[in-house]
């Protein structure tokens, strides 16, 4: 058990961390004042509704993740490439490079807890086998719903590189990655990766995987521009200036992946309603969108599909460009939206 939580921060670490400037009194601090509504006596009745709360918080049936195509993914292509997975894994091919984002494949995002938070679609940990070669893993931060042990530690044979939120690299270390691998990013830190320039940008959330580990590493989105093309993960995290900030320094993006999913009033400043999902991505100047963070995991109070039913009532109003992939559906940055509800069909 003690190992889920990852690397510990040693005195070295923090006077690392110390020197960026987004560390503030021995942790790392969002750009605006983020809270979440709720105290630790409220945490019982809380987790209680989250497990056992009726309703159609779960799909009624597993869902179906399409087998990849490793040939067609592959082959070579001057748009950007891209497969969801559920939830926030999404594995892309830049510049004829293989991209891993969060690549959380294991099957319960509460690993810790008694109760578990089982995933919606099974054999997941299975789908690393079917992965071609990783030349680059990202990751936005070191939550168990986007950092998974198991998974790692069957991807190590697979990846050649990592680019990370600034302390999350001590997780990697502790689990078996080679520290020479590794590079950590502070917000608005750029490298270029093949010809493919990466930037770490910031989000409104927090991190944390222990009891005594909270914002002690820290969080954000990626946004990749090749010479022709421009995508923007959001991250998880509430609804901010700095989409605005974002967009003005890096935009405009011809795609993004926008957060919506796995929200509730108590935590609305560190994760997005749908209509803050449609605002942010016109405040970052994206010109087409899909809702992620859902379709994975029970994480919040809400129908499993109400993230994405009302992303596309949103967008919709605001005139808003969107796609809807299917789970492990290989996609073109340059093909027509998919607009298909395709949860209607289960």
């Known amino acids: ?78 748009s950007i490439k891209y497969v969801w997975y559920g939830h926030g894994v999404f594995l892309l091919r830049i510049n004829e490079k293989t991209i891993l984002l969060d690549p959380m494949f294991g099957p319960d995002a509460a690993p810790i807890s008694p109760f578990g938070s089982k995933r919606f679609s099974k054999n997941t940990l299975d789908l690393i086998d079917t992965l071609p070669p990783i030349d680059l893993m990202l990751l936005t931060h070191d ?120 929200y509730g009033e108590k935590w609305r400043q560190i994760h997005m309603f749908p209509d803050e999902s449609i605002t942010a991505a016109l405040d970052a100047q994206i010109k087409t969108g899909m809702p992620y963070h859902w379709a994975g995991f029970k994480l919040a109070l809400h129908d499993w599909t109400e993230p994405a039913e009302e992303f596309v009532t949103y967008a919709a109003e605001k005139n808003f460009d969107y796609t809807l992939p299917l789970l492990g559906q290989v996609m073109h940055l340059d093909q027509p939206a998919q607009k298909s509800e395709w949860w209607k069909n289960l």
């Not at 697979?158 to 990370?164: C, F, H, L, M, T």
């Not at 580990?213 to 946004?223: P, Q």
Request: aromatic share 16%; with cysteine; glycine share 12%.
């Open 1 to 78: 058990m003690f190992k889920q939580f990852g690397g510990k921060i040693t005195p070295q670490l923090q006077t690392r961390y110390a020197q960026s400037p987004n560390w503030k009194d021995g942790k790392f601090k969002n750009l605006i004042e983020t809270g979440m509504d709720f105290s630790f006596k409220d945490l019982p009745g809380m987790l209680y509704k989250l497990f056992f709360q009726k309703g159609d918080t779960t799909p009624k049936q597993d869902l179906s993740i399409i087998p990849l195509d490793v040939e067609a993914f592959l082959e070579p292509s001057k």
């Open 143 to 262: 939550h168990y719903d986007h950092l998974d042990m198991a998974s790692i530690q069957k991807l190590i044979p697979k990846i050649k590189n990592y680019y990370v939120a600034l302390g999350c690299g001590r997780h990697l270390e502790a689990w078996g990655v080679d520290a020479g691998q590794i590079t950590e990013f502070n917000w608005w830190d750029a490298a270029n990766f093949e010809g493919i320039e990466i930037t770490f940008t910031p989000s409104r959330h927090f991190s944390g995987r222990g009891l005594g580990d909270r914002a002690k590493s820290l969080w954000g989105g990626w946004v990749f521009k090749t010479e022709t093309e421009s995508l923007y993960l959001t991250g998880d995290g509430g609804y901010g200036p700095h989409f605005k900030e974002i967009g003005e320094r890096l935009g405009p993006f011809d795609y993004g992946f926008i957060e919506c999913g796995q």
